[in-house]
């Protein structure tokens, strides 16, 4: 597993050059690439459309989730796999809605990479045309490099963190499909600049969709499932009576 703060080219381990490091790395990355294929195949299979969600610790992440999956449950299967390096937390706090959750603990791992989601997958219940979240170990460095079979990162970034994050970790934004920006509840008592922080997302990745939502609140969620909606109507279908609504 990649050490997600190092670089390659500064790295020094006896007995190993630079070069030999770097082929490692790419080694370590394509065999990733290639279980992520496979994953991704299989969700295609299972017509489920699964998102891989990133941020740094402390976002909301998982209380965004934990709502998010209490409403849509009435619409989808859904299913979750929680990566965290130690603890059942999170899982336990999704399975107290009703929904179906898998554990997958890193250790000193600081992402979850398509392996560990292909086995996890496999401990789900059916998921058939339904969603599945990926909730990644908070971090905003190595996730954005590993690809898990997602349809889509959706990056959850919070009006506490500051408007630069994009520019400071600028693969992770680079990488995703949507920005949710999550405690906009807290924003009118901080001394946040809304249009600041796209603007240095979108100056990182021009596509980016934005979204503003409370996960204590409930504010934008309306919006976050119309996105998903979306998403769903993009994914082919094995035949046209299995579109979702």
């Known amino acids: 597993m990649l050490d997600c703060g190092a670089d390659p080219a500064g790295q020094r381990i006896a007995g190993m050059s630079s ?25 295609r299979a299972d017509d489920v459309l699964a998102f891989n969600l990133v941020s740094s ?13 209490s409403e849509l449950q009435n619409e989808y299967e859904v299913g979750v796999i929680e990566g965290d390096q130690q603890t059942s937390n999170d899982a336990e706090r999704i399975r107290a809605t009703g929904v179906p959750a898998i554990q997958v603990n ?32 908070g971090n905003l460095v190595c996730p954005a490099a ?45 001394d946040f600049d809304l249009a600041r922080t796209i603007e240095y997302a979108r100056r990182i990745n021009p596509r980016i969709e934005v979204l503003t939502v409370s996960a204590r ?29």
């Open 106 to 137: 890193t250790g000193k791992g600081c992402h979850l990479d398509a392996a560990m989601v292909g086995e996890a997958y496999r401990r789900l219940p059916p998921l058939n045309h339904g969603l599945l979240f990926i909730e990644n170990v």
């Open 57 to 69: 610790p402390g976002a909301g992440k998982t209380s965004l989730l934990v709502r998010a999956v």
């Open 19 to 43: 070069d030999r490091i770097i082929q490692i790395e790419r080694d370590i990355l394509g065999k990733n690439d290639r279980l992520a294929a496979d994953n991704r195949a299989r969700f």
């Open 217 to 245: 609140t409930g504010e934008g969620f309306a919006g976050f499932y119309a996105w998903i909606r979306r998403q769903s109507g993009r994914q082919s279908r094995p035949a046209p009576s299995a579109a979702l609504g």
């Open 146 to 190: 590993f690809d898990l079979g997602e349809a889509a990162k959706i990056v959850v970034f919070s009006t506490t963190e500051g408007e630069d994050k994009p520019l400071k970790y600028p693969d992770m934004f680079a990488a995703a499909t949507l920005m949710l920006i999550n405690k906009i509840d807290l924003a009118p008592v901080l």
